[in-house]
């Protein structure tokens, strides 16, 4: 089977690529090995929040030049880091994902847990705060779904009280859930979501908050709603009637999981080929080094051929890099990757401290190619948290790598001579 | 640190993280509070049953064996097959009457044909309904597919069978027991299609039910003895006599190649990459260029295509869907990736039924709103239950491909 572009990897590196492509009229098929990330999102994409000395980072832009020489976005070079981080708001508003925030100033977002983290685009479910220290309000409703254990509403009370909110903590009781919580191990996030999503539901939701309500200006809700239909928060929101904060869940996230489908929606709806559930096995190279075709366990002894092949198949978790006692390696191709050598330099005993193997990954000179043997293969390109060079956790910048090398590769593919640069 | 590498449990139960992500896409999860959902049936319940066995939950039943955990599992965790397995070791209820009637297609399906008409009509009448609701637990609501008087094979044996050996290559076909049974005419469109093709087609020596139904309701024993049976004749067609098995049903072809080793434990590995659907083999060789099409010119149709779970699970969804734009007159749609909620035999179950249609919904609001000239699907059960459930006719692309072929020119063309 043959087309234009196979990205090997349907989380959001691949799909954004994926879509930009397609979109430009290019033939596009994704393999995916089940649901990504995106399922786990925070409702916010960071973009770089410190520098890897622990320098807190107000200005993103600005702070790149502080990084390391094999950081990604030192590899792309800062005109196009930045050229790319303007132009994200946009291009993910085309790909129907609704965000806010700037990549010239970090805003704030609230974790589950009520700690606040530095946050570049957040999906419109969420209002970011503009400062670390800012209140989100005088005096706190924090309202939780009775039964619902992955919204912890003390932690989340002790954190505002901390900044001076006063908080009260109250349960909503709705008949409709009470079918639910016959099973508490499947109370969960999207299976509230979808009864919440029902006509009349969430407006009985927002009807009794609004009894409950006594002279608090804000309202604090796990963020439950909308699975399929985005605009649900909002309308929620307006319907209480006082300012709405919703509160990023435990795993698994509705926004993060409305927001995979509307991707790959919008890339199936322009003509990309979404093959979930299926694993790449091996690869094949052309006698110039490049990469013909690969298989997958799906289709067996039925290849898929195409001009360029992208790599976005992630890190340890989507076992786009796997780890043995001995040594680190990608399966599919088996580029060059950078990692420290000995496997007590690959993690900190301390669960908390700086891990090492969340740098680990491919090594990719121009930032998007990749290599084999030091030889840079013209025709596989390299996107997403797969690259080496960042301890995304650690600087908060793993959303930026994944949307910005996405449509630095893609770019990269559909400008020939971009590409030729690097063709023998 | 070795111990860590090679400890790898049957399904890959050892790699699930707890991550949700199977409870989030399982169909049956949101319209039946009773099934704690695939985490908790499979992995974390599996932990329980290592210890105990006691801890086994008779709600598993309410698992619809559709895989779809499992396609959207980001750890390769066969959910599906762990939850299917756990009945199969821990459920120690016998099967009741009725679960051992829907579960013998085959049976069943030999003794409907020999007095059809008969069958047809009993089977279509309301008392008669109302008794099997009453007394069974066949809910009233199902229409059983009709019963044709004669069977696919009886049909081949008089009519085909004596010109297969005439062509240049040859297939065995694995016919299923729907389309041996209920519909031959689906195996007569494989056959024409084939043979236009430059292919003949060849009956397994022994063909049984491939053993889905019995599965899913407990009859494991007899399961495995149909196995073994269509493997030995599997084999001899693909080490004998060099033929490769196509099917028409999505279902019969994943349970021959992946319900067998991973649930009944019985070994294929030797024959498995020569199993397939009929739809991947034609793709195969159009794709090749080994095969040339010649289209009816006035061939138009608004297709939806419906991807079956299963046919989900094994990724072949693609090969049917591009075959079918292939058809120059062809406006194809494919349907978001829904379950239709019959899952075989599970839908017939009056305790099933109000699950059943909630489950398939949305697949059907999709289709009353697309209005396609009829739907096309690689699954009987998915058309029976979608035929019941809309307005639309459903064809399998197999038999879309019979109606848009100039057969006799394909047949020149192929020469």
């Known amino acids: 089977m043959k087309f234009d572009t196979v990205i090997i990897g349907g989380g959001l590196s691949g799909l954004l690529c994926g879509i930009r492509l397609q979109k430009a009229g290019k033939k596009c ?39 390391n020489p094999d950081h990604p976005y030192s590899l792309l070079g800062k005109e196009k880091v930045c050229r790319y981080a303007e132009q994200a708001p946009l291009f993910l508003e085309s790909c129907g994902v609704h965000v806010s925030g700037e990549a010239s100033r970090n805003s704030w977002r609230i974790t589950p847990t009520g700690e606040r983290k530095p946050a570049w685009l957040t999906l419109s479910d969420f209002t970011p705060l503009e400062s670390k220290e800012q209140r989100i309000g005088e005096k706190a409703l924090i309202v939780n779904i009775l039964g619902y254990l992955d919204f912890n509403t003390k932690f989340l ?75 649900v928060p909002q309308s929620l929101g307006k319907y209480i009637g006082v300012k709405t904060v919703f509160v990023a869940t435990m795993p698994p996230s509705v926004p993060g999981i409305r927001t995979q489908m509307n991707l790959r929606a919008e890339f199936e709806k322009a003509g990309g080929r979404f093959f979930l559930g299926d694993t790449v096995t091996d690869a094949k190279f052309t006698a110039d080094g490049n990469v ?52 007590d330099n690959w993690f900190d005993g301390n669960f908390w401290n700086r891990q090492n193997y969340i740098s680990f990954g491919a090594s990719a000179k121009d930032g998007i190619h990749a290599s084999i043997n030091g030889e840079t293969i013209p025709n596989l390109y390299v996107i997403g948290s797969i690259l080496s060079g960042s301890n995304t956790l650690y600087e908060g910048s793993g959303g930026g790598i994944a949307v910005i090398t996405a449509m630095a590769a893609a770019d990269a593919i559909l400008d020939g001579t971009e590409h030729a640069e690097y063709a023998k | 640190m070795n111990m860590q590498e090679k400890n790898i449990s ?39 049953r290592l210890k105990k066995g006691i801890f086994f939950d008779d709600t598993l039943k309410y698992c619809l064996n559709c ?52 069958v047809n009509m009993t089977l279509g009448l309301k008392p008669v309904k109302s008794v099997m609701d009453g007394l069974l637990g066949i809910d009233k609501h199902r229409d059983f597919p009709k019963y044709s008087s004669r069977t696919f094979e009886k049909w081949y044996r008089k009519n085909v069978k004596t010109f297969q050996d005439s062509f240049n290559h040859h297939v065995s076909f694995f016919h299923g027991c729907y389309a041996n049974y209920n519909y031959p005419q ?29 599965i899913s309701n407990g009859m494991t024993d007899k399961a495995r003895k149909n196995a073994a049976a269509n493997l030995e004749s599997i084999r001899k067609s693909v080490n004998e006599r060099q033929m490769p098995v196509i099917g028409t049903s999505s279902t019969c072809s994943f349970t021959l190649r992946d319900e067998y080793p991973h649930l009944l434990g019985i070994g294929n590995d030797d024959v498995r990459d020569y199993i397939e659907l009929a739809t991947r083999f034609i793709y195969r060789l159009a794709d090749e260029g080994k095969v040339r099409f010649v289209f009816k010119k006035d061939y138009k149709a608004r297709i939806a295509y419906h991807t079956p779970c299963h046919m989900e699970k094994l990724g072949w969804g693609i090969f049917s869907a591009e075959l079918l734009r292939m058809i120059p007159g062809v406006e194809l749609t494919v349907l978001d990736s829904n379950c239709c909620g019959i899952a075989g035999t599970y839908g017939f179950k009056k305790e099933n039924y109000q699950v059943s249609q909630a489950i398939g919904k949305p697949l059907f609001e999709q289709i009353a709103k697309l209005r396609p000239d009829f739907v096309a699907c690689d699954c009987e059960t998915c058309k029976w239950q979608i035929e019941m459930s809309t307005d639309y006719a459903v064809k399998n692309p197999i038999s879309v491909l019979a109606e848009a072929l100039d057969l006799v020119a394909t047949s020149e063309a192929n020469k």
């Not at chain 2, 043979?195 to 009956?203: I, K, Q």
Request: one cysteine or more; charged letters at 25%; proline letters at 6%.
């Open chain 2, 186 to 214: 689906l195996g007569k469109d494989l056959v024409s299609v084939m043979n236009a093709l430059g292919y003949g087609v060849h009956l397994l020596d022994k063909e049984k039910c491939c053993g889905v139904a019995l």
């Open chain 1, 292 to 343: 013909e075709s690969i298989g997958t366990v799906n289709f067996g002894d039925i290849r898929l051929y195409a001009d360029n092949f992208v790599l976005a198949s992630g890190s340890f978790f989507s076992k786009g890099l796997i780890a043995t006692p001995e040594r680190i390696y990608e399966p599919v191709f088996n580029i060059d990757l950078d990692y420290a050598q000995g496997r």
């Open chain 1, 29 to 67: 098929a994704i393999v995916s090995a089940g649901q990504s990330a995106i399922h786990f999102s925070s409702g916010s994409f960071d973009l770089l929040g410190r520098l890897p000395d622990g320098t807190a980072v107000e200005n993103p832009l600005e702070a790149l030049s502080g990084l």
């Open chain 2, 67 to 118: 895989k779809r955990c499992e396609v959207a599992c980001p750890s390769g965790v066969r959910i599906g097959d762990i939850i299917q397995a756990a009945r199969i070791k821990y459920n120690t209820k016998p099967p009741k009457l009725r679960d051992m009637m829907l579960a013998s297609t085959d049976l069943m399906g030999s003794v409907a044909t020999k007095v059809a008409p008969a």
């Open chain 2, 10 to 48: 049957a399904n890959n139960f050892e790699q699930c993280i707890k991550c949700t992500v199977c409870t989030v896409y399982c169909p049956v999860v949101p319209v039946n509070p009773l099934y704690p959902g695939p985490k908790q049936a499979g992995p974390d319940g599996e932990r329980l």
């Open chain 1, 157 to 231: 009370a002790d954190s505002f009280e901390r900044q001076g909110t006063k908080c009260r903590i109250v349960s909503l009781k709705l008949e409709e859930m009470e079918r639910l919580r016959k099973n508490p191990s499947e109370m969960r996030s999207t299976n509230i979501a979808r009864v919440m999503d029902r006509d009349g539901v969430w407006e009985k939701a927002a009807e009794q908050i609004r009894q409950m309500l006594e002279d608090e200006d804000t309202v604090v809700l796990p963020a439950v709603f909308g699975l399929k239909d985005g605009s």
